[in-house]
């Protein structure tokens, strides 16, 4: 008999080893939208990981630390090796790591700032006379950042549609109906820099252009738009376990249902609503993945 | 009597009592001194605290206004308006104004820190005299304005306004009203448990104080009352301390000499009473006292008690021709030599004349006894040298023993004496030991000297017979 419990004890060191190496785990990544300033990532995102630890430690998954990027391709990367099991981002930039590296599968639309899909629309100062989109050429246009999707990547997709061919601002070309075009860092700032004559133009999402101030937007007035697009996704890593990852959905559909994931959805990027993607909107994906592909061909005109 | 009749009680109150009023009035008078002094102080501390607050404000706005200023410049040059706002907001959380405005070359408001920006593109007029790096602070009725320069070296593109109102400060005048008005609660509640402790400590100390002079004063007199006391009691061995020099000292001092002369006299007396003035030794009153002890004590011991009888033979006749010096210089003399020969055990007295008595204790037969005797009449075989003459004298000695002969005190000294006068009878130098046949002898004695004496007195004897 005596035996018996030496080997009973090392089997259950293996058998708990063994469980402890397999637990589940999962972790959230974002791309900070400001890079200079890590906190405000952690503000924002933090209650919402601090709400899916809690929620997913009842279904025994592990939840890590808040994966923060610094852009599109150190997410990529990290993605790629398995550190990160999900990324909330809009549109584009989620399209362009599927197209990447594919291993991201869009699941979920987030509805932020009250809007399901948007639009960029183009401005111009209300004494312009730009009229279209073909009256930018010669001109300068400010985008937001090379991330956003409504202030650079849609209204990029649209011009280069119209045929029209950019240049960033302050680079040598010696095609003069190029359009020139600059960040501005915020849509805010697009606004106060076309109405301040420092850009000819501006685009960006059509909600931003109920947000920006009475007194700039009297002075500025839209002269295009384009197609629509979902406003935001929830993608997860295509090597992630279908059981943590349906879990993780589960928990997401749910958020909206109580006050304390309300306040943290609302926190993270007032996003209210969260539903599953529908083929129509995967084939809208498909769409802009389609288009993105053609952005990243180079302008044949540079 | 009542403990509070008693003098280290009362010295105790007393002395305890002066000092709680001389603390408590010193504890009284500091305490005073200190609670208007902090009290005094509070409106003080308010005062100062308002108006190094309102220039350390100053101070602060301008040094702020200079590094306000670098930093601005370069969002306001890239025209950051959402830079700006972030700025403003780090303003407003920093010195919480009543609005701030970020101002262009012209006075043109770029942005008021929201993104409403209701104020974008109204114009204020700026003080002549501001130029970079010198902030300015103007005093309006509404609080305080402080502007400064955006720009990079001498290089201006635009301005701050910071309107600051005197709510802010009325808040930190509250503030600090309200944590001095705390800070004195908290004091007073402090004060006032001090004082209690205070006053606990001022008592206990006083009483610990009183107690111990009171100790140091009536100690002396308690052992000088429980000395006096022994001495009443006959009791004259007891002396007082002598620990001080000051008048209980020498109170004690004199006790103690009184009592030694009394203890002295005593002797003295004692000395008279017990001891014969002549020989030094025993007297019949100490005789009697030791006998009756050494009989008790064979009482108890179950042991006997063996009484010489002891009378000179012919001293009459020396004293009556030589003299009584000489008899007495004699009877020294005999004391003397027997003395010498007995234990310091026994006990050898002068019952008066030339009478001596020795008592023996602790005895088991009468063997001993014949030795002692024999060495006393050996005693007197040499002549004794007195005023210039050899005198021979002899000793005629009776024993008796207790219990054997007689139980009773009287009935053994008056054995002894009936065998000293046998011995006599035998001649000088014998002795002999009581006998029952001499008690009858002297019980036939007695009767015919009883008869003798009633003849005579009858006049029945015969002139012719005498």
């Not at chain 2, 004259?236 to 109170?251: C, I, V």
Request: charged residues 25%.
């Amino acid at each position: 008999m005596r035996p018996i419990l030496p080997i009973a004890l090392v089997l259950c060191c293996a058998v708990w080893s063994v469980a402890a190496c397999a637990e589940a785990s999962f972790r959230l990544g974002v791309i900070n939208e400001r890079p200079d300033r890590p906190s405000d990532a952690l503000k924002q995102y933090g209650p919402l990981n601090d709400y899916l630890s809690r929620r997913l430690a009842e279904r025994d998954i592990l939840v890590g630390d808040l994966f923060i990027g610094q852009d599109l391709d150190e997410m990529a990367a990290a993605i790629e090796r398995g550190e990160v099991d999900a990324l909330a981002e809009g549109v584009m930039p989620t399209l362009s790591i599927r197209r990447r590296s594919g291993t991201i599968l869009p699941t979920l639309l987030l509805w932020r700032k009250g809007q399901r899909q948007y639009h960029a629309v183009f401005f111009a100062r209300r004494d312009s006379a730009i009229q279209g989109l073909q009256d930018l050429r010669g001109r300068r246009i400010v985008f937001e950042s090379p991330r956003s999707t409504s202030a650079y990547f849609l209204p990029l997709a649209s011009m280069r549609a119209q045929g029209l061919h950019l240049t960033p601002s302050g680079a040598p070309s010696s095609d003069p109906a190029r359009v020139r075009y600059l960040f501005a860092g915020s849509e805010l700032n697009q606004a106060y820099w076309v109405q301040a004559g420092r850009a000819d133009a501006g685009a960006f999402n059509n909600g931003d252009w109920e947000r920006i101030p009475a007194s700039v937007r009297q002075e500025l007035r839209i002269f295009g738009r384009t197609r629509s697009v979902l406003r935001w996704l929830l993608s997860f890593s295509t090597g992630l376990d279908v059981r943590i990852r349906e879990a993780v959905i589960r928990v997401f559909l749910d958020m909206p249902e109580e006050a304390e994931g309300r306040v943290a959805l609302e926190a993270a990027a007032r996003i209210a609503r969260i539903e599953r993607l529908t083929d129509a909107d995967r084939a809208d994906l498909d769409y802009w993945s389609d288009v993105l592909g053609r952005l990243d061909r180079p302008d044949d005109a540079d | 009597m009542s403990p509070l009749r008693g003098i280290s009680v009362r010295y105790t109150l007393f002395i305890a009592s002066i000092l709680l009023a001389a603390m408590g009035l010193v504890l009284l008078l500091a305490g005073y001194f200190v609670f208007e002094g902090t009290n005094s102080l509070r409106a003080d501390l308010t005062e100062s605290f308002s108006s190094v607050q309102i220039g350390h404000d100053i101070d602060a706005l301008r040094a702020s206004g200079a590094y306000l200023g670098d930093r601005l410049f370069d969002p306001l040059y890239a025209l950051d308006v959402s830079a700006l706002n972030e700025e403003i907001a780090r303003i407003e959380s920093w010195l919480s104004p009543d609005s701030v405005l970020i101002l262009d070359a012209d006075g043109g408001v770029v942005t008021d820190g929201t993104r409403e920006n209701p104020e974008h593109g109204r114009r204020y007029p700026l003080p002549g005299d501001l130029s970079p790096g010198a902030p300015l602070v103007e005093t309006v009725p509404s609080g305080r304005l402080v502007y400064f320069t955006i720009g990079y070296g001498e290089a201006i593109i635009g301005y701050a306004r910071i309107a600051l109102s005197n709510a802010r400060n009325r808040v930190l005048l509250q503030a600090m009203h309200t944590r001095v008005a705390g800070a004195w609660q908290s004091f007073v509640r402090r004060f006032v448990s001090i004082a209690w402790i205070s006053v606990l400590v001022t008592v206990v100390v006083s009483l610990l104080i009183g107690w111990r002079l009171s100790v140091s004063l009536s100690r002396p007199l308690r052992d000088m009352n429980r000395v006096v006391e022994q001495y009443a009691a006959g009791n004259l061995e007891h002396k007082l301390p002598e620990r001080s020099h000051d008048e209980l000292g020498r109170l004690a001092r004199s006790l103690n000499q009184m009592a030694s002369q009394q203890e002295r006299a005593r002797d003295q007396l004692m000395l008279l009473a017990n001891y014969d003035n002549l020989t030094r030794l025993p007297n019949r009153h100490l005789f009697y006292d030791r006998l009756r002890l050494a009989i008790a004590k064979a009482k108890r011991g179950r042991c006997q008690v063996a009484l010489f009888f002891l009378d000179l033979d012919r001293f009459k006749e020396i004293n009556d021709a030589l003299g009584h010096d000489v008899g007495d210089e004699l009877l020294s003399g005999v004391a003397a030599r027997l003395s010498a020969i007995v234990r310091d055990t026994d006990t050898l007295a002068r019952m008066g004349g030339d009478e001596f008595t020795l008592i023996v204790e602790g005895i088991l037969d009468d063997r001993p006894l014949h030795s002692i005797a024999r060495k006393m009449i050996d005693a007197f075989g040499p002549p004794f040298a007195i005023a210039g003459r050899q005198l021979v004298v002899s000793v005629s000695i009776g024993i008796a023993i207790y219990p054997h002969d007689a139980e009773r005190l009287e009935t053994l000294i008056k054995h002894a004496d009936t065998a000293m006068y046998a011995a006599k009878a035998l001649g000088p130098g014998h002795f002999r030991f009581f006998t029952r046949e001499l008690q009858e002898i002297a019980h036939r004695r007695l009767a015919l000297a009883h008869v003798l004496r009633r003849a005579v007195d009858r006049h029945e004897l015969d002139d012719r017979a005498s």
